[in-house]
């Protein structure tokens, strides 16, 4: 795992996009639907935040909103870290460990090109022990 980069472990996935204002319940469906853990908040082209299945449980259901009322630009993750594609996936899993984040957003000169997640480095370092 050392000399990988996050280009190498990227998996290909629907990227969840969704404005800030968008309800709470429409973007859990919309994770679900899409089979990913985190949908990113956009304003235009430009990520604002990110929102997790962890937030779900912890800024709506623990915190008693409504799911169908609350906006998610009062539940997400302002400002996500970002990590590069040529990033090392050491380096990218240190910064995950050291914030205690389950999802890194991934960008490109300067867009948005997907997610990591703590998944994607399981299944990068199993995949070696299953060759």
């Known amino acids: 795992m050392t000399h990988r980069t996050i280009r ?6 629907t990227l969840v996009k969704v404005r ?3 309800r709470v319940g429409e973007v859990a ?6 089979y990913v ?16 299945e ?3 449980l912890d ?8 799911p169908d009322t609350t906006e998610i630009q009062q ?5 996500p870290i970002r990590v590069g594609l040529d990033m090392t996936t050491v380096d990218a899993a240190r910064t995950m460990k050291e914030r205690r984040l389950r999802h890194l957003p991934v960008e490109d000169d300067g867009n948005i090109v997907g997610v990591v997640s703590v998944r994607d480095f ?3 370092e199993v995949s070696v022990y299953l060759m």
């Open 54 to 56: 962890r937030d779900v």
């Open 75 to 79: 539940v997400m993750t302002a400002g």
């Open 29 to 34: 469906r919309r994770m679900r639907d899409s």
């Open 8 to 13: 190498d472990i990227l998996q290909t996935r």
């Open 20 to 22: 800030p204002e968008t």
């Open 59 to 66: 800024r709506v259901v623990a915190e008693g909103r409504d």
């Open 37 to 52: 853990g985190a949908a990113l908040v956009m304003e235009g082209e430009h990520l604002i935040g990110i929102f997790t």
């Open 122 to 124: 399981l299944n990068d």
